[in-house]
């Protein structure tokens, strides 16, 4: 069986290492916001090229922090609109909520399954106060219209990294920055079966706002800069002692472990030919980390179960989309065609640093057999 996900074998590299950290933290004493987590937060804004990264507990809570910090700063305040791709992983949706920010949803481009920017000017209101652009599947969001929009309205800009560790927008930037503007926050996952996964929950936020930065860093840790001095009502969300040091461990190799994942995108866009399937869009830059590979069928089932049968396993990004959801039942009679016709025919192929070429064979075998 060809796994979907094989992350006992993705982290098995990295056992000595693994070992190494823990010896560390237990010879250290120190759990919590200690030297792993602060040595962790400086490599990784070096790597992003910002100015901060504030450790967190996973990467819902990197973007509810920023939003909530951003109420703090009196840049948003509660019942402000936010624009959102209708076509994401409900977290984006659950952070604005958790903020007490309203939510409004826009559908994606079929081409590339991120935000259409030509659709959010027609969505601004006198409320309309952020957007959060999410780059869904490893892909960047067209950040350079996104960012036009927003500073001709007036508009802040948060990104949903969370599957787009290593991304690069034109070769240069990761993760598009717009210092001189200063609006901009990204918020990461570090979930397991992210590009760069802990071996638990995980996140952060990376930033060039210092002033946003230093109000997250307090809300993170219960509101609190000096200890038992509380300036604001914050929570506890702090990125664990040991996964920042194993993160640091695998951080160096990210950029590597993803020139693979595009290698191997790049053989199942050329050697996949079948009528049946219709393959993702890529430009072939480094704006696309290949979290996942998402093709789209109109017989996702037949296809699913046809893949499996010969022994490769696939997983569905999203079955249901947000606005379908039981617990978002208000929005239910909502109609955003592209979106549920993606969601109704995405199906995910295996794809990893640790996927062979002959397994990558296979794979395209099988497909262009069915």
């Known amino acids: 069986m060809i796994k979907f996900l094989d992350l006992k074998k993705i982290n098995e590299p990295y056992e000595a290492a693994f070992q190494e950290k823990l010896k560390t933290v237990l010879a250290n004493g120190w759990y919590i916001l200690g030297n792993e987590v602060a040595a962790f937060e400086s490599d990784f804004a070096n790597y992003c090229e910002t100015k901060h990264c504030i450790g967190v507990g996973n990467g819902l809570d990197a973007?509810?922090?920023?939003?909530?910090?951003?109420?703090?700063?009196g840049k948003l305040k509660k019942g402000d609109e936010v624009i959102v791709p209708a076509n994401t992983y409900i977290a984006s949706v659950?952070?604005?909520?958790?903020?007490?920010?309203?939510?409004v949803l826009v559908e994606p481009k079929l081409e590339t399954y991120n935000i259409d920017?030509?659709?959010?000017?027609?969505k601004i209101t006198s409320k309309t106060k952020a957007i959060?652009?999410?780059?869904?599947?490893?892909?960047?969001?067209?950040?350079?219209?996104?960012?036009?929009?927003a500073i001709q309205n007036n508009l802040i800009v948060?990104?949903?990294?969370?599957?787009?560790?290593?991304?690069?927008?034109?070769?240069?930037?990761?993760?598009?920055?717009?210092?001189?503007q200063n609006r901009n926050a990204q918020a990461y996952s570090f979930y397991p079966g992210k590009n760069l996964g802990a071996l638990g929950d995980g996140g952060a936020v990376v930033t060039n706002d210092s002033e946003l930065a230093k109000v997250i860093q307090s809300l993170r840790n219960y509101g609190s800069e000096a200890k038992y001095q509380n300036e604001y009502i914050g929570v506890n969300s702090r990125l664990d002692e040991l996964q920042a040091a194993f993160l640091n461990a695998k951080l160096p190799n990210l950029d590597a472990e993803?020139?693979?994942?595009?290698?191997?995108?790049?053989?199942?866009?050329?050697?996949?030919?079948?009528?049946?399937?219709?393959?993702?869009?890529?430009?072939?830059?480094?704006?696309?980390?290949?979290?996942?590979?998402v093709i789209r069928t109109e017989n996702r089932a037949e296809l699913q179960q046809y893949l499996l049968k010969n022994g490769i396993e696939t997983i569905i990004h999203y079955p249901i989309p947000p606005h379908k959801q039981k617990a978002f039942s208000d929005w239910n009679n909502l109609s955003f065609p592209i979106?549920?016709?993606i969601h109704n025919e995405v199906l995910s192929l295996p794809i990893s640093p640790v996927l062979t070429m002959e397994e990558v064979d296979f794979i395209i075998a099988i497909l262009n057999k069915y």
């Not at 659950?94 to 939510?103: F, G, K, R, S």
């Open 63 to 73: 973007l509810v922090l920023i939003f909530k910090a951003y109420i703090q700063l």
């Open 94 to 103: 659950l952070a604005v909520l958790q903020a007490d920010l309203v939510p």
């Open 117 to 122: 920017p030509d659709l959010i000017q027609e």
């Open 132 to 149: 959060l652009a999410v780059h869904l599947y490893g892909q960047l969001a067209e950040m350079d219209q996104i960012n036009v929009i």
């Open 158 to 180: 948060v990104e949903d990294a969370a599957q787009a560790h290593g991304a690069k927008m034109n070769y240069e930037l990761r993760i598009t920055n717009y210092e001189s």
């Open 258 to 293: 993803n020139t693979i994942r595009r290698a191997i995108a790049k053989r199942y866009l050329l050697e996949i030919k079948n009528e049946k399937i219709v393959l993702p869009f890529w430009d072939l830059s480094e704006n696309h980390v290949f979290h996942l590979f």
């Open 339 to 341: 979106t549920e016709k």
